[in-house]
């Protein structure tokens, strides 16, 4: 049974940079796609990105230019990183396990496992 | 962004039947497989339907996905006090901004 464990800063001060890592275990690493989301107190959920077993990332284009998704299968983890926090980024952060494939062109991609969560406050 | 439309409430009496719906377009539910997820007050969301109509072991049945076009729907039978939680959508849009894309969520409460 895969687990996910998810730690990182808690409060931080507009632009600074929030790092969350997450911890896999008891599972495959290459097979599945990695993704952080995140909620806003009182709010749904948000597709930040993921990161693939081969390393590759793809990212929500409304944080494109401030966010990265990586990888380190050698110690089962992968991580997120967000630059130039501000109070709008204040939310729930959640690591998730995805599967993703298509068939007949068809795409399927859902969250399996997920993490604890973590709670990021940005506040000056 | 939320660009999948759901209801935002919803409530019934325990052991009545409650239905979400689900809105997309055809870049998103209408040509690609919907997950449905649960989550409980201060907790993680849980994988309740994925593959628009597949549950994962462990799931009762008194859960079920649907779709038809561009709309879903989560049909939750036999209410339990239990169930009260917010209920979310998902799926892949594969637009020119392609990427996850999630429902507004809805609220379920047991009368």
């Known amino acids: 049974q895969v687990q996910l464990q998810q730690w990182g800063t808690g409060l931080l001060k507009p632009s600074e940079a929030l790092s969350l890592t997450c911890a896999v275990s008891g599972g495959s690493f290459t097979d599945y796609y990695w993704t952080w989301i995140r909620q806003p107190p009182g709010k749904g959920l948000e597709w930040i990105g993921y990161v693939d077993g081969r390393g590759v990332s793809k990212y929500n284009t409304t944080l494109k230019s401030r966010v990265a998704i990586s990888l380190d299968a050698s110690r089962s983890h992968f991580s997120l990183d967000l630059y130039s926090v501000t109070a709008a980024d204040t939310a729930v952060y959640f690591c998730a396990r995805g599967r993703k494939y298509s068939s007949s062109s068809r795409w399927r991609y859902y969250f399996d496992s997920w993490g604890q969560g973590t709670l990021v406050s940005v506040s000056s | 962004q939320s660009v999948l439309t759901q209801p935002p409430s919803v409530s019934a009496a325990p052991g009545q039947r409650v239905t979400i719906s689900c809105s997309g377009t055809?870049?998103?539910?209408?040509?690609?497989?919907v997950s449905w997820y649960q989550q409980l007050p201060g907790t993680a969301p849980k994988l309740l339907i994925y593959d628009d109509d597949d549950r994962p072991s462990g799931i009762p049945d008194r859960f079920s996905g649907s779709k038809s076009g561009t709309s879903a729907t989560l049909d939750i039978t036999g209410l339990q006090t239990g169930d009260e939680a917010d209920y979310y959508c998902?799926?892949?849009?594969?637009?020119?901004?392609?990427?996850?894309?999630f429902g507004t969520g809805t609220r379920v409460t047991v009368l």
């Open positions: 055809s870049s998103n539910i209408g040509n690609n497989y």
């Open positions: 998902g799926t892949w849009d594969s637009s020119v901004t392609s990427g996850g894309v």
